[in-house]
């Protein structure tokens, strides 16, 4: 066994968890001897042991400010395990905090934006850099030189039972609840997947089992249209996107997997959010952006639509 010890720390989103996949790749292959663990939640586990990127995988808790002691049972946890360095890809304050529970003398190397840590990416303008770009340039700064794009290309799941067509485009009319704005309107959807029938490709759409009123709505213009929300895993999706023959939809995390599953993406973006900072970046995704969605039409979508 290696007494070489790395820690990662990535928690999320998933659009974020998708684009660290790059990073996590450039770690693995500059620590190949070395025993790899990541730090993260629940929802990103199955994903990241698919990745070969980590060794073990921690769930962090995310204790309570007044949950002593399981912060108490963290800090143990973090000292037995003798790190020598950690990647902090989350570069929140909570990560960043997590640097303080090591004692000075026992503190691992440290790529982060933690104050006083050894590796710091003190960049002023990290936060107007994309995801890629940022991360890129912590890791080189920590002596990783290459990094590169997310690529799910290699992962596979059994899709058989979905019975999905042969020719099949995908449609992901959801996204962050509390954010609707950052949809394009549900009823511009099903008009979209009624053009995609007209076209023999079969409407397939994606999304939490929260979001089955949307395929309901979608299915109701465009009945042929079939409807996964709620029936898919992160690596179902992943699998899925590799094959479909387009996949189009709003700034949400399902269009990151398919976009690094090298499926053709048109990203819908609203004033809500910067592509410049956070868009699904491949040669085969297209962006589109309007301060409101709401006024983005049919015709602007099908136009950038690599299909006939």
Not at 127 to 143: S, Y
Not at 152 to 164: E, N, Q
């Given at each position: 066994?290696?007494?070489?010890?790395?820690?990662?720390?990535?928690?999320?989103?998933?659009?974020?968890?998708?684009?660290?996949?790059?990073?996590?790749?450039?770690?693995?292959?500059?620590?190949?001897?070395?025993?790899?663990?990541?730090?993260?939640?629940?929802?990103?586990?199955?994903?990241?042991?698919?990745?070969?990127?980590?060794?073990?995988?921690?769930?962090?808790?995310?204790?309570?400010?007044?949950?002593?002691?399981?912060?108490?049972?963290?800090?143990?946890?973090?000292?037995?395990?003798?790190?020598?360095?950690?990647?902090?890809?989350?570069?929140?304050?909570?990560?960043?905090?997590?640097?303080?529970?090591?004692?000075?003398?026992?503190?691992?190397?440290?790529?982060?934006?933690?104050?006083?840590?050894?590796?710091?990416?003190?960049?002023?303008?990290?936060?107007?850099?994309?995801?890629?770009?940022?991360?890129?340039?912590?890791?080189?700064?920590?002596?990783?030189?290459?990094?590169?794009?997310?690529?799910?290309?290699?992962?596979?799941?059994?899709?058989?039972?979905?019975?999905?067509?042969?020719?099949?485009?995908?449609?992901?009319?959801?996204?962050?609840?509390?954010?609707?704005?950052?949809?394009?309107?549900?009823?511009?959807?099903?008009?979209?997947?009624?053009?995609?029938?007209?076209?023999?490709?079969?409407?397939?759409?994606?999304?939490?089992?929260?979001?089955?009123?949307?395929?309901?709505?979608?299915?109701?213009?465009?009945?042929?249209?079939?409807?996964?929300?709620?029936?898919?895993?992160?690596?179902?999706?992943?699998?899925?996107?590799?094959?479909?023959?387009?996949?189009?939809?709003?700034?949400?995390?399902?269009?990151?997997?398919?976009?690094?599953?090298?499926?053709?993406c048109v990203v819908l973006f609203s004033a809500e959010s910067d592509p410049a900072l956070c868009a699904p970046r491949s040669a085969k995704?297209?962006?589109?952006?309007?301060?409101?969605?709401?006024?983005?039409?049919?015709?602007?979508?099908?136009?950038?639509?690599?299909?006939?």
């Amino acid at each position: 066994m290696t007494d070489r010890r790395i820690l990662v720390i990535k928690l999320g989103a998933l659009g974020d968890f998708i684009q660290a996949l790059g990073p996590m790749r450039a770690i693995r292959d500059h620590h190949l001897d070395s025993e790899i663990t990541l730090l993260t939640t629940p929802a990103f586990e199955e994903l990241a042991w698919a990745s070969g990127c980590v060794d073990q995988i921690w769930i962090d808790k995310r204790p309570r400010f007044f949950q002593i002691g399981e912060w108490l049972a963290f800090r143990k946890r973090l000292h037995l395990a003798e790190f020598q360095r950690v990647y902090d890809l989350q570069t929140s304050d909570r990560s960043s905090f997590y640097f303080r529970l090591f004692a000075g003398a026992s503190r691992p190397e440290w790529s982060g934006i933690a104050q006083g840590c050894s590796h710091p990416h003190a960049n002023p303008n990290r936060d107007f850099m994309h995801t890629r770009d940022r991360q890129r340039e912590q890791l080189n700064l920590a002596g990783i030189e290459h990094v590169p794009t997310s690529d799910l290309s290699a992962l596979t799941t059994d899709i058989k039972p979905f019975d999905l067509p042969a020719r099949y485009g995908l449609l992901v009319p959801g996204g962050a609840p509390h954010r609707p704005t950052k949809r394009w309107p549900t009823q511009m959807y099903s008009q979209l997947a009624a053009h995609l029938t007209s076209l023999n490709i079969t409407p397939v759409v994606l999304g939490s089992r929260s979001e089955a009123n949307l395929a309901r709505e979608i299915k109701s213009g465009a009945p042929q249209t079939i409807d996964l929300t709620g029936k898919t895993n992160l690596l179902d999706i992943c699998s899925i996107a590799k094959t479909a023959e387009i996949a189009v939809g709003n700034d949400t995390g399902p269009m990151h997997i398919a976009a690094a599953a090298d499926c053709a993406c048109v990203v819908l973006f609203s004033a809500e959010s910067d592509p410049a900072l956070c868009a699904p970046r491949s040669a085969k995704t297209t962006i589109i952006r309007r301060d409101r969605l709401s006024d983005l039409g049919l015709e602007d979508v099908i136009k950038a639509l690599p299909i006939a």
